[in-house]
């Protein structure tokens, strides 16, 4: 009996399945290794209670040959499918990189699925679904979805895919919608990027934008930790959830300064004019997480805390002093 | 200068294509008709304002080549993208048959747009994003969106892709939300049905489902009337409108019994059990219609007028008398 993990070797991926194998579980994960590196599962590739195999679940062929086997040596309870593609900006260029590494992954994976009948999918969902809608908290039932990134809207059609898969062979999912996770191992995202930025050039940090972006952020341990609950607590048969930090958010101002302070406190920062750093960013975000708190779960960290305290780890990830 | 539309050789697009023509405008389509029939472009065919060629959507390079081309010759200001599956069992029996019709299409509709730079696009979207809802009254801006089968949720994931695509290549969308759309050429859906079965049988007609399944029917005079009325009004970059009747709706029951009467009137009719007629089917449904209506268009008949007019067409269309 296995859980089983795509896109196990991201930055999620990797945390989620030390997690479940720390409480007992046997994990099995696929990951392409494109965006996700072998790297971060080297911690977990000791264990005997987890495998790992390099698919490319695009690649239905494989996948179902891959997928069929790891069923038929230990059979699959659950499926966590966390694969996706992580750089925003490269899928505004191009939509197949969404369409492939977004979208096609949840369809196949449903397709399996439906084939092997496994019938419970958690899902990483993203606050992307709901476009820009100007600050104001939103609560999971919000409407209308706009998504204004390739990303965003194959995160939402893999949503409706899983809606729809409900009603014929899926019997349980839960999904959640993710605000901007932060921690290690680092693998993309604004601190990352500051960071080696600065100590590639420690006088001066160039901001997109004018730094007033504000978003949730919430470290990736609490993220595990919320995602953990919900399984055990949500009784739905689509639960879908906000999972974020309980508060407005932090500024890109403030992670730059925050990043700056720890890897080159002499450094300037500059920005940029307006909102928004490039097409498909969502200026200012905020999420109502009033849902999650009633099923029993709060994070324990503001959206500020949990940045400095990301800040630290990827500096120490970087190899800063 | 033309207007593209895809999917015009179905229903809804000869119908609309006919509209345009006789408004003066340049027409051209695309139809793998595979749904569509040849015949119903046969009205339009004598014109030398309608251009039409046979192409597969889901098939880039065949649909690069030809619009291409088509682009050329005849700029296109406007695509207006109506193709898909229009049988919704089919697609909750192979997932792969809306992904493919219903989504690709719209895909790659918005990556030749993006290609050739033609920057508006009208979008058949549907009630069908909306999911179960429970009858009440449904407002574009309603949330959350849970579809029931994979056409409504690859209408959902072609909403998405499209408001996305606002960010970067589109400059401006329009999306009306279908109801049940009704008239001739009937090609398939509820009234076609018990119409052919009864032509066949008529000593008897069994209902799927209890018959109070409720719905909007629009007539298709009514449907192509509201699209280019919204076309000539709507102000915004992404145009999301409700179209329909103003009202709850017709019952099968009541469908059934119109079609009797008209075809067979000795008939008996037999009812199953249980609100729903298959696997994706909405029992009841209503929409609000006031943002259309306040833009200024209201419908003339209600949805049992509708069924009442199209069940006399669509028995005409069969042959009876």
New interface residues.
């Given amino acids: 009996m296995a859980v089983f993990i795509t896109g196990v070797a991201g930055f999620i991926g990797c945390n989620l399945a030390r997690a479940m194998l720390e409480r007992g579980e046997e994990v099995a994960g696929f990951d392409n290794l494109c965006r996700g590196s072998a790297a971060n599962l080297e911690p977990l590739r000791r264990r005997a209670a987890f495998s790992f195999e390099r698919i490319d679940l695009a690649d239905i062929d494989a996948y179902r040959r891959a997928l069929g086997a790891l069923h038929a040596r230990s059979p699959i309870t659950e499926v966590w499918h966390l694969a996706a593609n992580s750089d925003i900006p490269a899928g505004?260029a191009d939509?197949?990189v969404d369409?492939r590494d977004t979208?096609m992954t949840t369809?196949n994976t449903?397709?399996l699925m439906k084939e092997l009948r496994i019938a419970t999918l958690a899902f990483a969902s993203s606050s992307a679904?709901f476009?820009d809608r100007g600050g104001r908290k939103l609560s999971?039932?919000?409407?209308?979805?706009?998504?204004?990134?390739?990303y965003?809207?194959?995160k939402?059609?893999s949503e409706?895919?899983i809606?729809?898969?409900?009603?014929?062979h899926l019997e349980r999912a839960l999904v959640f919608r993710f605000p901007n996770v932060i921690g290690v191992p680092a693998t993309h995202g604004v601190i990352l990027d500051f960071v080696r930025r600065l100590r590639a050039a420690p006088g001066e940090l160039e901001v997109l934008g004018d730094g007033n972006q504000q978003k949730c952020y919430l470290h990736v341990e609490e993220m595990v930790d919320a995602m953990l609950f919900i399984r055990a607590h949500a009784r739905d048969k689509?639960n879908?959830f906000n999972v974020g930090a309980d508060d407005e958010g932090a500024s890109v101002r403030f992670i730059a300064e925050q990043v700056v302070r720890r890897i080159a406190p002499q450094a300037r920062i500059s920005f940029g004019a307006g909102p928004a750093g490039w097409?498909?960013d969502v200026p200012r975000f905020s999420y109502s997480i009033a849902k999650l708190a009633r099923l029993g779960w709060r994070p324990r960290q503001t959206s500020a805390q949990a940045v400095s305290r990301a800040v630290d780890e990827i500096a120490v990830q970087e190899g800063a002093a």
């Fill in positions: 505004t939509p197949n369409l979208f369809f449903l397709l679904v476009g999971e039932d919000e409407g209308p979805l706009l998504p204004i990134s390739n965003g809207a194959m939402l059609a409706a895919a809606s729809a898969a409900l009603e014929t689509l879908c097409p498909g």
